[in-house]
């Protein structure tokens, strides 16, 4: 009796388990669905011409591809310089970020030295500091040294980041600290032992900072606009801004020229997303 009973106990959970499934799927399939409806309608209208994007009702599909409407929102925006500059910006404070991160994390997971943990309490306060806030004093900064209109004043001030400090340290203490004292057994001071050892070990949360760096410099708008005057060293934010202003009338340039904008950091998400999980989930073991 007791073996006949027991598949009519499975089922179930066996279809409790399906059920929960399809719920999960469900809800990421409506999910997916909300953040790409803008992406693929902006690429729909970028493609139309203008009285068809008017139309009502709206037609979502392309049946005469406009293609040299990317070519008119490329030339009409300057947009191959201003791409230039906003490539410039986020690799170098992308490669700060790294390093100083690195640095600063290694410091707090692995040396001694008093006050360190009032001094890590610091810098995850300081994340809780608006930038709004900071704006004035850098801005000041920036004029004193001569930085306007320059790469280094839209480079220096995001050189340092808490996050990538708290983020990095959280992925160092994941390291067994037997390989610290095997590798000074070896001859490896900290720089070695950091370079060799732990660096190469938690490659996932780096690659993670340099991805969430990087995105962030590119959609940087507000910083640029304040301290350039110039369009040799205004980034692609801002030029997108000046093709909306100047062709207000022609959506399907505004939708090109956005496009053209977010296709180098979609393309960087696609690449890199499965890292960035990795390396944003690799500190949650040890805190």
Do not use: C
């Amino acid at each position: 009796m007791a073996t006949s009973a027991r598949p009519v106990r499975k089922r179930p959970l066996r279809i409790r388990r399906v059920l929960g499934e399809a719920a999960q799927y469900a809800a990421l399939t409506i999910a997916a669905a909300i953040i790409l409806t803008p992406i693929y309608i902006t690429v729909v209208y970028s493609l139309q011409p203008v009285e068809e994007i008017f139309s009502y009702p709206p037609n979502l599909l392309v049946t005469d591809p406009q293609w040299d409407t990317y070519k008119r929102a490329f030339e009409t925006g300057s947009l191959g310089r201003y791409l230039i500059n906003s490539f410039i910006v986020a690799t170098a404070i992308t490669i700060g970020q790294v390093i100083t991160s690195v640095l600063a994390a290694y410091a707090f997971a692995f040396l001694r030295f008093p006050f360190r943990n009032l001094l890590f309490v610091v810098f995850l306060a300081s994340l809780m500091v608006p930038w709004e806030v900071t704006i004035i004093p850098n801005y000041q900064t920036i004029s004193t040294f001569g930085w306007l209109d320059s790469y280094q004043g839209l480079i220096v001030p995001f050189l340092a980041t808490a996050f990538g400090t708290f983020l990095l340290r959280q992925a160092f203490l994941t390291v067994p600290r037997d390989l610290r004292d095997a590798a000074a057994m070896d001859g490896y001071g900290h720089i070695g032992f950091m370079l060799q050892v732990v660096v190469p070990l938690s490659r996932a949360a780096v690659g993670a900072l340099a991805v969430f760096s990087f995105l962030l410099a590119w959609n940087q708008y507000l910083w640029p606009l304040l301290i350039t005057n110039d369009d040799d060293y205004r980034t692609v934010q801002i030029g997108l801004k000046a093709l909306v202003s100047s062709n207000i009338d022609e959506f399907n340039l505004v939708m090109a020229g956005t496009v053209i904008a977010a296709a180098p950091i979609l393309a960087l998400l696609i690449l890199f997303q499965k890292q960035l999980i990795r390396g944003l989930t690799s500190g949650a073991i040890k805190g």
